[in-house]
């Protein structure tokens, strides 16, 4: 078995697939060769200066496509009316106006603020096929989406709290 096809048997390949963008898939990353160095998004920082910007989960998740703990963000429980925006680039997100309790232990949205805000690709790490979110200003990883949400759009997306930034709406 060649190393490529080794490495997406064991999830470690995913392939990008814009969500309001191109249709057709524009290649193959892992956490080592992120979208980002591919020069596919307009925002892009180094390594080094991805580390220095964020936190060690936050890289972590952002970066690496990892999961914060179900439960822990302080995002699950706000009520308020504002924005979430990504704490990489500061990009619009999510609305609160599109935020529900999933009961999962993150926070949920029904749609994102812009359908060009998020973009979409295919992640295998569990040896089925999900939807992964990412920002679509710097590839940053957000979450996954899922066919289980409340109406209008039936959807959810289940966002780690450690990737998204919460603006207070002003009065």
């Given at each position: 078995m060649n190393r490529r096809l080794f490495l997406g048997w064991l999830g470690a390949v995913s392939i990008i697939v814009p969500y309001a963008g191109k249709a057709a898939a524009m290649g193959l990353f892992d956490?080592?060769?992120t979208a980002a160095k591919k020069s596919v998004?307009?925002?892009q920082l180094s390594k080094e200066e991805w580390h220095k910007q964020l936190t060690s989960q936050q890289y972590n998740v952002?970066?690496?496509a990892g999961t914060e703990r179900s439960g822990t963000s302080p995002l699950n429980k706000e009520k308020r009316d504002g924005s979430y925006h990504c704490v990489g680039?500061?990009?619009h997100l999510f609305s609160s106006d599109h935020k529900f309790d999933s009961g999962t232990g993150w926070p949920s949205f029904w749609q994102p603020a812009r359908p060009e805000a998020i973009g979409m690709s295919v992640d295998q790490k569990l040896f089925y096929a999900r939807t992964e979110e990412h920002c679509s200003n710097c590839g940053s990883h957000l979450g996954h989406i899922f066919d289980d949400g409340p109406q209008p759009t039936g959807k959810?997306?289940?966002i780690n709290g450690v990737a998204l930034l919460f603006k207070l709406q002003s009065a």
């Open positions: 956490s080592e060769k998004f307009p925002f952002m970066r690496e680039c500061d990009n959810r997306h289940c």
